[in-house]
C-alpha cells in the first residue's frame, strides 16, 4: 500500500464496520433544563428550535423575546449555554411556547447528540 493511500484513507475497512465498533450512548438520565430569570423549568415538550413550559409563573408576555440558559448532561459532561427565544404562545391551557435561535455550532452539535441519546437513537 503507498502512503498516498495511507492518508487519504484508501484502506477504510467496508461499510458498517466503523459504526459497529462505537460504543452506543449512554441514554440521558435527566432532561434538560431552562432557566430564565433565575427559575429553573423542566419543559414539557422539547425539540431543537422550541419548547413548551407549563406551567409557567414568569413575567414574560406574547411575542417577547429573552435570554434563557438551556442546561443538560450528555455522558456526565455538563452543557450550559446561553440561547435567545421569542414566546410564541402564553396562556393558562397552552403554558409558554417559545422558539429559539440555534445556539454557537459547538454546543449545536452537543444539543443534537443529546437529543439523540435523550430518543435512544
Same mark, same amino acid.
Given at each position: 500500500?503507498?502512503?498516498?493511500?495511507?492518508?487519504? #484513507?484508501?484502506?477504510?475497512? &467496508?461499510?458498517?464496520?466503523?459504526?459497529?465498533?462505537?460504543?452506543?450512548?449512554?441514554? &440521558?438520565?435527566? $432532561?434538560?433544563? *431552562?432557566? *430564565?430569570?433565575?427559575? /429553573?423549568?423542566?419543559?414539557?415538550?422539547?425539540?431543537?428550535?422550541?419548547?413548551? *413550559?407549563?406551567?409557567?409563573?414568569?413575567?414574560? +408576555?406574547?411575542?417577547?423575546?429573552?435570554?434563557?440558559?438551556?442546561?443538560?448532561? +450528555? #455522558? #456526565?459532561?455538563?452543557?450550559?449555554?446561553?440561547?435567545?427565544?421569542?414566546?410564541?404562545?402564553?396562556?393558562? /391551557?397552552?403554558?409558554?411556547?417559545?422558539?429559539?435561535? $440555534?445556539?454557537?455550532?459547538?454546543? /449545536?452539535?452537543?444539543?443534537?447528540?443529546?437529543?439523540?441519546?435523550?430518543? #435512544?437513537?
Amino acid at each position: 500500500m503507498s502512503w498516498l493511500s495511507k492518508f487519504s #484513507g484508501g484502506n477504510k475497512e &467496508p461499510g458498517g464496520a466503523k459504526s459497529a465498533a462505537e460504543p452506543r450512548k449512554e441514554r &440521558p438520565s435527566t $432532561p434538560p433544563k *431552562i432557566v *430564565i430569570d433565575h427559575h /429553573e423549568y423542566v419543559p414539557e415538550e422539547f425539540v431543537i428550535g422550541s419548547f413548551r *413550559i407549563r406551567p409557567y409563573d414568569g413575567d414574560l +408576555i406574547a411575542k417577547q423575546k429573552f435570554d434563557f440558559r438551556l442546561q443538560f448532561d +450528555i #455522558g #456526565g459532561d455538563p452543557v450550559d449555554v446561553s440561547c435567545m427565544g421569542l414566546v410564541v404562545k402564553l396562556t393558562e /391551557e397552552a403554558g409558554l411556547v417559545a422558539r429559539y435561535q $440555534p445556539p454557537q455550532p459547538f454546543y /449545536e452539535r452537543k444539543l443534537v447528540d443529546y437529543m439523540k441519546a435523550l430518543k #435512544g437513537l
